[in-house]
């Protein structure tokens, strides 16, 4: 079992950087694939970002260039840094892990997921 805990949402300018962490606990996390996935108002669930246990990433279209994936493996935490931001990256992220497949972008591979932290970005 592991359980996820986002943070480091909050209100930004666009043009704006934010980082999102998500820590989690249960040693098997590390050989997991992690994501990022987005829900804006009204919109179905994005994914923004994966990283494998090896590290490799990989993104989706619309944050390719500004947003940036990384992990930690001691102390078990995923990073997400948000750059350039827009107003139209306001949105719900979610911290999801559990996939053993790669790449991984779509939500039903993930088994475990954070509550989500509110990312606002004003114009």
């Known amino acids: 079992q592991v359980q996820l805990a986002e943070s480091g949402g909050g209100l930004v300018q666009a043009g704006g950087s934010l980082r999102l962490s998500c820590a989690a606990s249960?040693?098997?996390?590390?050989?997991?694939?992690t994501g990022w996935f987005r829900q804006a108002p009204g919109k179905e669930r994005e994914f923004v970002a994966g990283i494998r246990w090896s590290g490799g990433s990989t993104y989706g279209d619309s944050v390719k260039g500004r947003f940036t994936i990384s992990r930690d493996n001691a102390p078990n935490t995923v990073y997400l840094y948000l750059n350039s931001l827009e107003p139209e990256d306001t949105a719900v992220y979610y911290c999801a892990t559990g996939s053993l497949t790669w790449p991984s972008s779509r939500e039903e591979e993930y088994a475990y997921w954070g509550q989500g932290t509110q990312v606002t970005v004003s114009s």
């Open positions: 249960g040693r098997t996390f590390r050989i997991y694939t």
